[in-house]
């Protein structure tokens, strides 16, 4: 049988360490990515075989756990680091697949779902800028029927009549990246990057050297305050003319527009980016004192007659009929068109609409992408490797026989996980079809079985960890295979490691990858407290190759500099499983000091050390907003963990994770957990809701001691008596409507 080539991250000896040894005639270019922690490819989204509607709940909740770790990765490297590594197609295809699963499952949302997250978290090289009006992202659409379902939700949300007029604008969706610039009175006075949707990065000097971005807009009506939101991009031929320029100058060539224009608008010196030719088209509005016009096309108006660049093939249509022509249309000249573009966007007309519809976490319900489809080539799957990650995890990755696609050339794909190899049949040797959309690493769709070599046998996947010896196995409900070697793992502990130092956790300046590796690798370090007691060992570390007085000096300093942190940094850098970003965030706002979330975790545990749906502490965990019977058991389970213990022990008494800070009161129902029950009469109980969390409140689906308001309709049962047991206040759709200050 075909024994699979293997990858892992462990101990470094040179650039790329043990790592290129022991997976000795690969590709250097695949190679260097792997070691220093670019994960495989992305293909096939399904970690099962089953449709979302037939997986048991461990099932769901463990491949919603995979999704939310994976997708949180593909979004930081395309948004932050502006070199994605996997295709636009396999990403739609991950969030669809996370889409499908929480629509079968509602109840095992998670907190830090892709569903409620836009983009990735800001640079630290920029100084941050908070967006007044959050920066979101849209929900896709991939053919005719998703279309007619978009115009079908729309007309149900606002119940409107079946012969009601629902017009829309449409416009190609720029492949680029996206900009914010703040206008006031007319003057340009600040732009920034999207970042997570909510905090991004302060590049004013560099848009200013756009020649599309005027620094004075013309005439009248954009009133004190007008927040214009847009796509930096850059034609073909300027791309072209760039990477001449580029490579001529014996300097860096990028891969696509998208890249060159991301990263050109990014540069440290705006000198730099001066010299690059951007080009912006306005598509949209943030925080504005009033809108000049009632409508999205009123809008685009008085934004061309104001002297900013809108897509000339903008266009209104009325009609699904309309929506599918103007595709066609813009779809049949996409390769004329002289710049990228990935789809076509719709957006409801009318603005009183748009209000009432409001958003759903990470997008509005007012407006989709119809995505164009991905370009598909064939090629030989040569070997087929094992990569170990941070939480043990091991993925198999394919190595393709390079293969142009769309002008790229390809070389590396994910094969995801034992199942879907088997599923496939794909065996090394085998001719694979793959398929890309947009300008990166495709997916493998299957194998052309009439190519295959007489001698390929079924791909065996390893049932021991490729790092360490120890056994792999597959725990209940999930088709990933974890080694099971723990803190002897190498692969894991240098990991574990990295991710405790990384940019959203620690954040330590001048400890990477690079020096985690090395310096654990000589036992300097073994566990994040380690990492503060550095300072012990001065002299040793001096005395190292490439190191000198001043350079310790400096990462000292910025260690010590860490010693205290943001609660939420804190809870995210311990690695805690299924515990991302967002969900750190939300854990850190609710129990407000690291002391508090670890008591609860601890008080929640059963003897056994898992969590007690009896007690009042798990009650309280699980009902933290969008955390969940998973999050929480996995909370439990790494405080009930004696060696974890251990290690927050030596860590606190290191470090210091700050308070949480509290968000500030901006309306009657801000920072209020509200549940609707019964029939509201005057909106629909979607409405109700985006109002809700426009309002800043929070809302849940169930009745509990942290409940603060119940706004009950005509019907409500359970949940009214509940509310009524446990004396939480109870209003009707009137008094909420007063509240809300629409009464």
Excluded at 58 to 65: K, M, Q, S, V
Excluded at 369 to 396: C, M, S
Excluded at 645 to 657: G, I, K, N, Q, T
Excluded at 704 to 721: N, R, Y
Aim: a negative charge; one cysteine or more.
């Amino acid at each position: 049988m075909p024994r699979p080539a293997v990858s892992w991250r462990g101990p470094a000896d040179g650039e790329f360490g043990d790592c290129t040894r022991r997976v000795a005639g690969y590709d250097p270019i695949v190679l260097s990515l792997l070691c220093l922690g670019v994960p495989p490819m992305s293909s096939d989204p399904s970690t099962s075989t089953k449709p979302a509607g037939d997986l048991t709940p461990d099932e769901a909740a463990g491949e919603l756990a995979r999704l939310a770790d994976e997708i949180a990765d593909h979004d930081r490297r395309y948004y932050r680091e502006d070199s994605p590594t996997i295709s636009d197609a396999a990403y739609d295809a991950l969030r669809r697949r996370n889409a499908e699963i929480e629509a079968a499952f509602p109840d095992l949302i998670r907190a830090d779902s892709p569903s409620r997250r836009v983009g990735a978290a800001p640079s630290e090289k920029f100084a941050k800028v908070r967006h007044r009006v959050a920066m979101l992202s849209l929900d896709n659409a991939f053919d005719e029927q998703d279309v007619t379902d978009f115009i079908a939700r729309i007309r149900r949300f606002l119940r409107l009549e079946p012969d009601e007029e629902v017009a829309l604008t449409a416009e190609p969706k720029i492949d680029g990246l996206s900009a914010a610039l703040r206008y006031e009175d007319g003057v340009f006075v600040q732009g920034a990057t999207r970042g997570d949707g909510e905090v991004g990065e302060d590049v004013t000097r560099n848009l200013s050297t756009i020649d599309d971005i005027p620094r004075r807009l013309k005439g009248s009506g954009f009133g004190r305050v007008f927040e214009v939101r847009g796509e930096v991009y850059m034609t073909h031929a300027d791309f072209a003319a760039l990477n001449e320029r580029q490579a001529a100058e014996g300097k860096q060539v990028f891969a696509n527009p998208r890249n060159s224009a991301a990263g050109s608008l990014r540069q440290l010196d705006p000198s730099i980016t001066a010299s690059r030719p951007l080009r912006f088209f306005a598509y949209g509005w943030g925080e504005v004192e009033a809108p000049p016009a009632e409508t999205q096309w009123g809008v685009y108006e008085a934004m061309r007659e104001w002297g900013l660049p809108t897509n000339p093939l903008m266009r209104r249509v009325k009609s699904v009929e309309e929506i599918i022509a103007f595709y066609a249309e813009i779809e049949a000249g996409r390769a004329s068109l002289g710049y990228d573009i990935d789809g076509v966007v719709y957006k409801l007309d009318r603005l009183d609409w748009q209000r009432r519809l409001g958003f759903v976490s990470r997008s509005p319900r007012w407006a989709v992408a119809h995505k164009f489809p991905a370009e598909q080539a064939t090629t030989v799957l040569e070997d087929i490797g094992i990569n170990v990650g941070r939480t043990g995890a091991l993925t198999p990755f394919a190595r393709l026989r390079p293969v142009t696609v769309g002008g790229v050339v390809v070389r590396t794909a994910t094969l995801h996980n034992e199942d879907e190899i088997a599923r496939k049949d794909i065996r090394i040797g085998d001719t694979v079809t793959i398929q890309r959309a947009g300008d990166v690493i495709p997916q493998v769709l299957g194998v052309v079985l009439d190519k295959r070599p007489k001698e390929a046998a079924p791909f065996e996947f390893p049932t021991v960890c490729p790092a360490c010896g120890s056994h792999a196995v597959r725990e209940g409900g999930e088709a990933v295979r974890r080694c099971t070697g723990g803190l002897i793992c190498p692969a894991q502990a240098v990991e574990r490691l990295i991710h405790f130092v990384s940019r959203n956790a620690f954040d330590i300046e001048g400890l990477g990858e690079k020096q985690v590796t090395a310096f654990h690798q000589d036992g300097l370090i073994a566990q994040p407290a380690d990492i503060f007691r550095l300072h012990e060992q001065r002299d040793g570390l001096i005395a190292r190759e490439g190191w000198a007085e001043t350079s310790v000096g400096n990462l000292l300093a910025a260690i010590d500099a860490r010693r205290e942190i943001d609660l939420n940094r804190f809870i995210f850098a311990l690695g805690i499983r299924h515990v991302g970003e967002t969900t750190a965030r939300r854990l850190a706002r609710h129990y407000g000091t690291f002391e508090a979330l670890r008591a609860g975790a601890e008080e929640a545990q059963m003897p056994e050390g898992k969590g007690d749906p009896g007690n009042e502490a798990w009650q309280e965990l699980v009902n933290v907003e969008g955390i969940g019977a998973v999050v929480a058991e996995a909370v439990v389970d790494f405080f009930a963990e004696p060696k974890n213990r251990e290690a927050v022990d030596a860590l606190c008494a290191e470090v210091r994770p700050l308070e949480a800070a509290r968000p500030a009161a901006t309306s009657p129902v801000s920072g209020k957990t509200v549940v609707f029950t019964g029939s509201l009469e005057r909106m629909t109980r979607d409405e109700a809701k985006a109002m809700a969390e426009r309002l800043g409140a929070r809302t849940a689906g169930s009745v509990s001691a942290k409940t603060d308001l119940v706004v009950a309709g005509p019907g409500a049962g359970s949940k009214l008596k509940k509310a009524e047991e446990l004396g939480i206040e109870v209003i009707d759709e009137a008094e909420w409507l007063a509240r809300a200050g629409e009464g």
